[in-house]
């Protein structure tokens, strides 16, 4: 069992920068790929980052990709997600999720592939 507290979601001019941070309990987090999804109002769930269990591969959605950062410290059970040069629709419920499967060898980016999520964080950027 793994459980998932968010952190760090707030209200940001377009441009600005957040870090969000998801706190993890449960004695697997080190063997597992963790993810950061979002949710904006009237859309479906979508893949924003993934970062395998070492750490050591990262993938990221189109959209986002050299503006946001994912990363992982095992010994303090945490995976961060910097998000740069914010842009108004990068406004969404922001969850942290970890993957159903233990080592696996590669991000997976359906939301069906992972079994942990926190409760979500709301990040609004304004234009």
């Known amino acids: 069992q793994v459980q998932l507290v968010e952190s760090g979601g707030a209200l940001v001019q377009a441009g600005g920068s957040l870090r969000l941070s998801c706190a993890a309990s449960?004695?697997?987090?080190?063997?597992?790929?963790m993810g950061w999804f979002r949710q904006a109002p009237g859309k479906e769930r979508e893949f924003v980052a993934g970062i395998t269990s070492s750490g050591g591969n990262t993938y990221y959605a189109e959209s986002v990709k050299g503006r946001y950062t994912i990363s992982r410290d095992n010994s303090k059970s945490t995976v961060s997600l910097q998000m740069n040069s914010l842009k108004p629709e990068d406004t969404a419920v922001y969850y942290c999720?970890?993957?159903?499967?233990?080592?696996?060898?590669?991000?997976?980016?359906?939301?069906?592939?992972?079994?942990?999520w926190g409760q979500g964080t709301q990040v609004t950027v304004s234009s």
């Open positions: 999720a970890a993957d159903s499967t233990m080592y696996r060898g590669a991000v997976a980016t359906e939301g069906a592939q992972y079994a942990y």
């Open positions: 449960g004695d697997t987090f080190n063997r597992r790929v």
